[in-house]
């Protein structure tokens, strides 16, 4: 069983697949220290219990090939059924794409691949050592005033940055839109990749998209 906070279709608004569609599974659960701009809150605690046959039923029923498992901090289930659905969703050649913040450990034997999105809270950077070496990209959130925080952490651990995003701080389409052209002239200085957060761009701050 996994603790569920909700299943929807739409498109992946961020990072390497942007615009691609998507099947999306959001767990239950986070973990401290909570991001003040979180924009999945109610995810943080309770959820309700599906099981894995039920979920895979749901991506079968909806007939996505490519599947976002999110949350919340979707590791923090891998050994209550999330290694089960990994392993599932590969034997049936369905492509897994993690989202995570990478405070739980990722775990190396993870099929799917790994979008990590490390934290930068209270002065310093949220990451368990084990995430660092099996994140397959980096998305970081990211406003004029985190840049130079961003910066030295790639800079620190040596990061590729063709494997690097930028994406812009907010919840709302306004918030997303004063930030990418400054994030995009970034990004060149830089040779990072830019992301938008595109469901936002299209849909605003409408739940389950
Ligand atoms: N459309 C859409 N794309 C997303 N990519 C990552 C998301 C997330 O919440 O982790 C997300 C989300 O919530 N919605
Ligand atoms: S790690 Fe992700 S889900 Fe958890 S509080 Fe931060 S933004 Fe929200
Ligand atoms: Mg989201």
């Known amino acids: 069983m996994l603790l569920c906070h909700e299943m929807f279709s739409s498109l992946q608004g961020e990072g390497p697949h942007t615009g691609r569609p998507a099947f999306f599974i959001r767990l239950s659960g986070c973990l401290e220290p909570f991001c003040p701009w979180c924009d999945t809150k109610d995810a943080w605690f309770g959820g ?25 901090e979707p590791f923090l289930q891998w050994d209550d059924g999330l290694s089960r659905l990994d392993r599932e969703l590969a034997e ?16 190396q034997q993870v ?3 790994v979008i990590c999105s490390p934290k930068y809270l209270s002065g310093k950077w949220h990451l368990a050592r084990e995430s660092m070496y099996r994140a397959d990209a980096f998305k970081f959130v990211a406003c004029r005033e985190s840049i130079f925080f961003i910066d030295a952490f790639i800079a620190e651990h040596g990061i590729d940055r063709d494997r690097v995003w930028l994406m812009p701080k907010g919840k709302t389409r306004k918030e997303q839109t004063e ?31």
């Open 179 to 209: 930030l990418l052209q400054f994030l995009w002239e970034h990004c060149v200085k830089k040779g990072y990749r830019l992301s938008a957060r595109l469901h936002i761009l299209c849909f605003d701050q409408k739940k389950g998209v």
């Open 48 to 72: 309700s219990p599906a099981s894995i046959e039920d979920i895979i039923q749901k991506v079968v029923r909806e007939s996505h090939r490519f599947v976002v498992i999110t949350g919340g």
């Open 92 to 107: 049936m050649k369905i492509e897994v794409q993690y989202e995570t913040s990478g405070k739980v450990a990722i775990p």
């Open 111 to 113: 099929r799917g691949e």
